[in-house]
């Protein structure tokens, strides 16, 4: 096998992990260049530098009891006074962990929301 394409071959793998070799082939086909299945195949299992690293869903499921979502919600009263309501929420639960409403919230009264909801 020339060279050039054993080199091309391998930035293609290492471009884009997800590929296999059929999927490089049929790319190494539409450039014109003729290699059989079975050499890109053979080159990439000796060639391989390391697994791809781990996707976004794996990740989400391996830190998902960890996980929380903060908000601030602006709710107008009755008579159109306003209010900060804040909201933290599990995401491994699905539940409210913690919540508290304010009509002037400040830094130091958002702090004292996270820490008490830890």
């Known amino acids: 096998m020339d060279p050039e394409v054993r080199v091309l071959i391998l930035k293609m793998a290492d471009a884009n992990p997800p590929w296999g070799a059929p ?7 539409e450039l014109g260049i003729v290699v059989s299945e ?3 195949s053979n080159l990439l299992r000796r ?3 390391k697994p791809p690293s781990q996707t976004w869903r794996t990740f989400i499921k ?10 601030f919600l602006v709710v ?11 909201v933290i929420l599990s995401h491994a639960r699905r539940r409210v962990v913690h919540f508290n409403v ?3 919230p400040t830094a130091e009264w ?4 996270v820490s008490e909801a830890a």
Not at 62 to 71: A, I, L
Not at 110 to 113: D, E, G, H, L, V
């Open 102 to 104: 304010t009509e002037n």
């Open 47 to 49: 060639h391989r530098r």
């Open 62 to 71: 391996n830190h998902m009891p960890d996980m929380v979502g903060v908000d």
């Open 76 to 86: 107008r009263t009755i008579r159109f006074r306003l209010l900060f309501a804040f």
């Open 23 to 29: 999927k490089i082939h049929g790319e190494l086909l």
């Open 110 to 113: 958002t702090a004292q929301q």
């Open 38 to 40: 079975r050499t890109v």
